[in-house]
């Protein structure tokens, strides 16, 4: 499997959380990717490969070893799920039940967090006199939100003994990790005391650990 990535993306960093406590890291072949870029930045071309394997030039997006491309983070995370499934019995992140929908629930509201948050980013990135105030302020309101609905269903958040984090518990994670991380972002800690303390928690674990986002141009 091959995966276009740059380490900045909360989406990318979501896929690859997903693949290590899945065991399937080392059989992704990793290619950081460019792709052109406005707003001050110098221009670059496309990572080679990257919008021949995905129109949309998306990242992360990632081939298959039969050849599929699949652009879209929460895909790639069903299609890991389904290959660890295949290679290690009990090996999941999405539930096989019907406790999968509250999951996916929760994974809804933290994925719109995500894309939330990368709105702004992307906003922040037009020079001062073209940003929209009021796009702006719409994506503190979701975030706001969406971090309030995280602290109100913290008890979904608790790792069942001897099991892998589900895939809602990773993206809530990431987001708290990009909202902590991103210097323009404010501090979502204060009022969600229970949200804090799971994150600090499942913060340390070896695949969070490993994939602490950085900078890049293109972050």
Do not use: H
């Not at 990135?125 to 706001?144: E, H, M, W």
């Not at 949200?195 to 890049?216: H, I, K």
């Amino acid at each position: 499997m091959q995966l276009f990535w740059t380490p900045a993306s909360p989406f990318t960093r979501k896929v690859v959380v997903a693949a290590k406590e899945l065991g399937l890291w080392d059989q992704i072949a990793v290619r950081p990717t460019t792709w052109p870029l406005e707003w001050g930045y110098a221009t670059v071309p496309f990572t080679a490969g990257l919008a021949e394997a995905n129109p949309v030039a998306r990242i992360p997006t990632l081939l298959t070893d039969d050849g599929v491309a699949l652009g879209d983070s929460t895909l790639i995370c069903q299609y890991l799920n389904d290959r660890a499934k295949q290679q290690s019995a009990g090996a999941r992140i999405i539930p096989a039940d019907d406790s999968q929908w509250p999951m996916w629930s929760l994974y809804a509201i933290a994925d719109g967090l995500l894309e939330a948050q990368v709105a702004m980013r992307a906003e922040m990135l037009r020079p001062v006199a073209l940003r929209s105030d009021g796009f702006l302020q719409k994506q503190r309101d979701r975030i706001t939100r969406c971090f309030d609905r995280c602290e109100q269903r913290a008890a979904e958040l608790e790792i069942a003994g001897g099991s892998l984090p589900n895939l809602a518990q990773i993206t809530v994670a990431i987001a708290c990790g990009y909202q902590n991380w991103r210097d323009w972002l404010w501090d979502f800690r204060p009022g969600r005391p229970n949200l804090v303390s799971w994150y600090n928690d499942f913060s340390q674990r070896p695949a969070m650990q490993a994939t602490e986002p950085r900078d890049t141009p293109e972050a």
